[in-house]
């Protein structure tokens, strides 16, 4: 199975820095990797797909990039609703591994 | 409003077996992948399975740590997508989420994704 590989496993960052977090895939999967945000207590929601497609509402401070094995999603001015959790997941082939979830906390 | 409805969680001892369902409302339920998504205590998402539409052959995938025990199925007439696990270990015990699979792209470059989650259902699994 493909295995995703998320880093850092967790961060602290402050209100208007701009953070990076990266996600590894033991393979190519091309751009075929999804990125998710998750808050305490509730379901995981879509940001992005094929990499760097934002989902409609997902506010323009959040990008992705990547192709291949290796991805980042970036959060330009980190806002106070931004602290969360985020997960990759590849789509390129079955099972759909998710990543191990990086932790985005505030310092 | 789109909105996935998970249920049928709860306590069972190893080795047992429990069926979750998933009624889907607001969208075309024959017309969409489905997936199950799981997260056990303090740790990542995990990916369970898919089911495809019965159009496309109906066809199902599984995570490796639950293939030949878990089985995934749907019912078009009541829009509703199933879990029926089985042989269940300490290891299942998690959060079971039921998730609409988007689809972005030109065929037959597709791109999926969960595009719509439901607020889960909780399995443990413990003597």
Redesign the interface.
Known sequence: DMQMTQSPSSLSASVGDRVTITCRASQTINNYLNWYQQKPGKAPKPLIYAASSLLSGVPSRFSGSGSGTDFTLTISSLQPEDFATYHCQQSFSAPYTFGQGTKLEIK | EVQLVESGGGLVEPGGSLRLSCAASGFTFSSAWM?W?RQGPG?????V??IKTKGGGGTT????PVKGRFSISRDDSTNTLYLQMNGLKSDDTAVY?CSWV?R??DSPNY?????V????TTVTVSS
Do not use: I, P
């Open positions: 997936s998504v740790k990542g998402l995990e990916w399975g898919r995938d599984y995570a490796t989420y988007g972005s792209g791109y999926y994704y969960m595009a989650w439901g607020k889960g």
